[in-house]
T-cell receptor, first 117, second 110 residues
Framework: GAVVSQHPSRVICKSGTSVKIECRSL??????MFWYRQFPKKSLMLMAT?????????EQGVEKDKFLINHASLTLSTLTVTSAHPEDSSFYIC?????????????FGPGTRLLVL | RKEVEQDPGPFNVPEGATVAFNCTYS??????FFWYRQDCRKEPKLLMS???SGNEDGRFTAQLNRASQYISLLIRDSKLSDSATYLC???????????FGAGTTVTVRA
């Protein structure tokens, strides 16, 4: 399958600071990437759809000014958690779509575990 | 009603046993269905797509029942390494967005 990387894999930061997470498609170009958040024992929740060269589309209830998304190239999308608070502590996972025939398949990055103190 | 619902389990089975579980989805227009596997504190990994006619990949068999709006996953000859959380994933509107179930946890014991 396609390879998606994320960096950093884990980060601990103080409340009020900003954290940037990178998502890269390593062996393919991704015009669309997705950012998810997962709390313990809960399902992945889509936060936003990142489109190369245009603004991200945010899901209802996700603050676009707090979770800044930039998709500057076909292989890189970044998520910046601004002014992080302890309730933002979560597992953040990106994914990228790959089309095979008529079927879209999403491949996930390894995730970034964020802990805000 | 949630878009995708799964029995959280856990399903505790001995090595070599067969285990099966379902997932229901609410949007009858859903087009694509998948099973992903997620190990503890790791990202989801695609296990298999689910096709209308049902499909098999080694010890894993997936079925789709559109009339009753559920998909199933059956694992034969369970291995210890099959212990994981299995996520049911549905593409409700064929627009790249996926809806995830909360997962079914399977624990295979020696």
């Amino acid at each position: 399958g396609a390879v998606v990387s994320q960096h950093p894999s884990r980060v601990i930061c103080k409340s009020g600071t900003s954290v940037k997470i990178e998502c890269r498609s390593l062996d393919f170009q991704a015009t669309t990437m997705f950012w998810y958040r997962q709390f313990p024992k809960k399902s992945l929740m889509l936060m936003a759809t990142s489109n190369e060269g245009s603004k991200a589309t945010y899901e209802q209830g996700v603050e676009k000014d707090k979770f800044l998304i930039n998709h500057a190239s076909l292989t890189l999308s970044t998520l910046t958690v601004t002014s992080a608070h302890p309730e933002d502590s979560s597992f953040y996972i990106c994914s990228a779509s790959v089309t095979g025939g008529q079927r879209e398949t999403q491949y996930f990055g390894p995730g970034t575990r964020l802990l805000v103190l | 009603r949630k878009e995708v619902e799964q029995d959280p389990g856990p399903f505790n089975v001995p090595e070599g046993a067969t285990v099966a579980f379902n997932c229901t989805y609410s949007n009858s227009a859903s087009q694509s269905f998948f099973w992903y596997r997620q190990d503890c504190r790791k990202e989801p990994k695609l296990l298999m797509s689910v096709y209308s006619s049902g499909n098999e990949d080694g010890r894993f068999t997936a079925q789709l029942n559109r009339a009753s709006q559920y998909i199933s996953l059956l694992i034969r000859d369970s291995k210890l390494s099959d212990s994981a959380t299995y996520l049911c994933v549905v593409n409700p509107a064929n627009d790249y967005k996926l809806s995830f179930g909360a997962g079914t946890t399977v624990t295979v014991r020696a």
